[in-house]
């Protein structure tokens, strides 16, 4: 039976966690997750989503503040594992990836080499991209450049938005770890070197800056970075009023919309009970579903009730 250790964090992991513990052709020995952390309003302590589940199975939680401590390098090198399986975890030292006879795996949310960093979902929906997926492949020491395992494509549906898209490749990532380490087990996984593409499009680190709405770029592109980072972390703009404007939902306005209004770019249109559009450089964007600053999430008429559309002429 193949040991292995599980290190993620995210409700991302928790899929495949559930999948390994699934077959009984391996055994989860022991799972590496990030520390405990304050969370709402009271600041206790939280465990990550993945600790939560660990413990629901009994299953040993490490939660290292330092992968190259000895102590802890130590103490995982005590369960023997044959294998480690990576889904959304941070990155590892050589002594750590290295540590079992069957290496490590990582389950990544994307088409490698295509998306290779933090926040592959993000950046597919974000560059509009109709179609992405998961892939397995063998920790090396550059990051996500490893060789390939499997990979499963998965379509990006023009109404998906980071959220929805999570789910679907929560799930596929979930099935495709089952699928890898079942072949790992029998001796049957392949090791493909990723292949070199004229254009790479990376998926750095999302800050709070990648949310903010520039509007001297198309509405279309704008639409598509609301997407990319809805429901979280959220894109943004500030009213004429200097107030922020989270953006959940927009699109270009329709075609018979979409000449330039009165006042250029980044100039502010509505008719104060239906619409709220913002002048971008190409076309007008339409604004969906927002929520200002000290108010909660809604749609635009319902919105535009309790505001006035004056301000936006400042």
């Known amino acids: 039976m193949l040991k292995i250790i ?23 020995v022991a799972v590496v997750t990030a520390p405990d952390k304050p ?52 990155m590892l030292p050589e002594a750590v990836w290295n540590m079992p006879p069957r290496g490590s795996i990582n389950i990544h949310a994307s088409l490698l080499p295509q998306y290779r960093g933090a926040a592959p979902i993000n950046w597919a929906l974000i560059y509009g991209d109709t179609q992405t997926g998961v892939t397995s492949f063998f920790l090396r020491h550059e990051i996500d450049t490893g060789n390939l395992i499997y990979q499963d494509a998965v379509d990006i549906a023009p109404e998906d938005d980071f959220g929805s898209l999570y789910e679907k490749l929560k799930i596929a990532g979930a099935a495709l770890a089952l699928r890898t380490v079942q072949a790992i087990a029998a001796g049957t996984a392949p090791s493909i070197p990723q292949p070199e593409l004229p254009e790479l499009r990376p998926a750095p680190k999302l ?5 903010r709405l520039d509007f001297t770029q198309p509405a279309l592109a704008l639409a598509n970075l609301v997407r990319g980072l809805s429901p979280i972390p959220t894109a943004f703009t500030q009213l004429p009023d200097g107030r922020t404007l989270k953006v959940f ?4 306005a329709a075609d018979e919309e979409t000449a330039n209004g009165p006042g250029g770019v980044g100039s502010w249109h509505t008719n104060g009970r239906t619409y709220l559009r913002v002048q971008t450089a190409h076309g ?9 600053e000290g108010k909660k999430r809604m ?14 002429h400042q």
């Open 207 to 211: 800050t709070k800056e990648t949310g």
């Open 299 to 312: 749609p635009v008429p319902e919105f535009l009730r309790g505001f006035n559309a004056a301000t936006l």
């Open 284 to 292: 007008l964007l339409d604004l969906l579903d927002v929520q200002l």
């Open 39 to 90: 969370a709402g309003r009271g600041r206790q302590l939280q465990g990550s989503a993945v600790k939560t589940a660990a413990e629901v199975h009994g299953l040993p939680v490490l939660q290292p503040t330092n992968l190259k401590d000895p102590a802890f390098q130590e103490e995982l090198r005590s369960y023997a594992a044959d294998l480690q399986v990576i889904v959304a975890f941070r």
């Open 249 to 252: 939902k927009a699109r270009p």
């Open 6 to 28: 599980f290190m993620g964090t995210p409700e991302f992991a928790v899929s495949t966690l559930k999948a390994l513990l699934s077959w009984n052709g391996c055994q989860v």
